[in-house]
């Protein structure tokens, strides 16, 4: 079985006049920083030195702005999100116990004390499509196993970069930003630390959430809900990332909701804010989180209709077909 290393826009096939519109406008997006949303600067100051360094000027710095170039397209507007999930990161940062500046040396391992936020802090420093991003990583790594998922971001870019090249040849409707992004080179290997990164994180957040994570967990391990009902690799982790977004952008508002799948579950896992839930089950039982970060939302779980044998919030994917593991 063949693998491939590296994802590289002339595999796609990219039609001239599309290279030629890039080059117009040769931006290496991997250079451009941007200013770090206030809610996020708990978690710079609790990186080590250098993996403070590593987000703002390393590889995973270019792999947030360089991803983020090419998904910030489909991102919805969710402000309110970013500026929940910035308080609760920082927030998590801010209590842990040991921080790189209060511990006793470490000697060699200096370096890895802390937490290890650098995905999110490369990603707050490279603008809001890296921010969606990193919520996507965080999806990914809470139900793949790593080499599953970096599998996945290897389809992932691979078909984004086809739909770029899709939508400029039929309809001239790629613009500048997309039609660069698409020329850009992701290696597995990036995109295997981007991930673990972001699996990285979700260990120390569950750890710092507890209670939060164990009262969800009960009631997810006890419901039969698929994430959605595509198998189509790329179509599915999209629609979930998206609706995982925008409806917890609404619930960061305040505003109530009812679903009948698991991509809204999924994302609270995954991003560690807790709407308050009534799951509607033989008999509605009701789970009170008190998370002022969720303003008093109410999320309410209908598993009317699901039938389905396994339990728990699965992905139901062809892995079969994958080319990359």
Known sequence: MSSIGTVRAAALSIPSELTVAAAAFNIDFSLLKVEAPQEFHGVRDALSHRRRNDAEDGIPHIIARRLGALFEPMVPQIPHLIQAYGTRVSDICSNLKTKPEHSPSLGAFDAQAGPDGTSIWAAATSGRGAVAVHLLAC??????????????????VESRKREIVKDFEENNAAGTAAVMSARQVFDRQQLASWDASARSWLQTADTAKRLEQTQLMLVINNLRMPVNSSNDPYDSIVKAWISGMTAMDRMAQGMSMRIQDGSV?????????????????????????????????LLTVSTQGVDMEMDGVFWSLPLARMRYY
């Not at 999806?139 to 992932?156: D, F, G």
């Not at 807790?274 to 008190?290: A, C, G, R």
Request: charged letters at 25%; proline letters at 2%; zero cysteines.
């Open 139 to 156: 999806l990914l790594a809470r139900i793949w196993k790593s080499h599953e998922a970096t599998s996945l971001w290897v389809e992932l």
């Open 265 to 297: 579950l999924l994302a609270i896992s995954s991003w560690h804010l807790y709407p308050d839930m009534e799951v509607l089950v033989e008999e509605t039982k009701s789970i009170d989180q008190n998370d002022t970060l969720m303003r008093g939302s």
